[in-house]
């Protein structure tokens, strides 16, 4: 099946300084990845659509200097925070589509910890 | 907007103490509903899709169905592993994103 592999698992970072986050599709090509933040006991909340090539599409209230998302080929999406702030820290996910598959199905990575301090 | 609601919020269960969860929705021209489940620290694991109303899907202890206005997952005799955040998800034709309700998370006690 489908692999999404996401990194790193945890990560700590000082207030002020930038972090970077690597989403892959291990075996297939996703044209198009999903970014997702997601707080203690809430559910997934949809931050961005990257799309390989072009400019990612961000949901509304999501501020695009801070989470800036590269997604420069089929198989790799970067989502780099900015600037961090301790209300930065969460848990982020990422998600893609494996079309190959025909099915509307969506594969998620294992998840980053991000905190802040 | 599309609209997605889990119920209930948490749910705890003793071995064998079979129960559903619900997931109701609004959407317009829904194209799937989607059950993950959803471990502490874990991106959520694939489970079920449902297209139509009147399917069902089963896997071990579970078991998905979808009508035109809500899903059910019912679990039946549960163990402890079975333990996770269930969380349902909405596709529809429009948009090429998921909606996801809040989870339910279930905790099995031996």
């Known amino acids: 099946g489908a692999v999404v592999s996401q990194h790193p698992s945890r990560v700590i970072c000082k207030s002020g300084t930038s972090v970077k986050i690597e989403c892959r599709s291990l075996d297939f090509q996703a044209t198009t990845m999903f970014w997702y933040r997601q707080f203690p006991k809430q559910s997934l909340m949809l931050m961005a659509t990257s799309n390989e090539g072009s400019k990612a599409t961000y949901e509304q209230g999501v501020e695009k200097d801070k989470f800036l998302i590269n997604h420069a080929s089929l198989t790799l999406s970067t989502l780099t925070v900015t600037s961090a702030h301790p209300e930065d820290s969460s848990f982020y996910i990422c998600?893609?589509?494996?079309f190959g598959q025909g099915a509307l199905g969506y594969t998620f990575g294992s998840g980053t910890r991000l905190t802040v301090v | 907007e599309d609209q997605v609601t889990q119920s209930p919020e948490a749910l705890r269960l003793q071995e064998g103490e079979s129960s559903s969860l619900n997931c109701s929705y609004t959407?317009?021209?829904?194209?799937?509903l989607f059950w993950y489940r959803q471990d502490p620290g874990k991106g959520p694991e694939f489970l079920f899709t449902l297209y139509s109303a009147g399917e069902e899907k089963e896997k071990e202890r579970l078991k998905a169905t979808l009508t035109k206005k809500e899903s059910f997952l019912h679990i039946t005799a549960p163990k402890p592993e079975d333990s996770a955040t269930y969380l349902c998800a909405v596709y529809r034709a429009a948009g090429n994103k998921l909606t996801f309700g809040g989870g339910t998370r279930v905790l099995v006690k031996p």
């Open positions: 959407v317009s021209g829904l194209r799937g």
């Open positions: 998600s893609a589509r494996d």
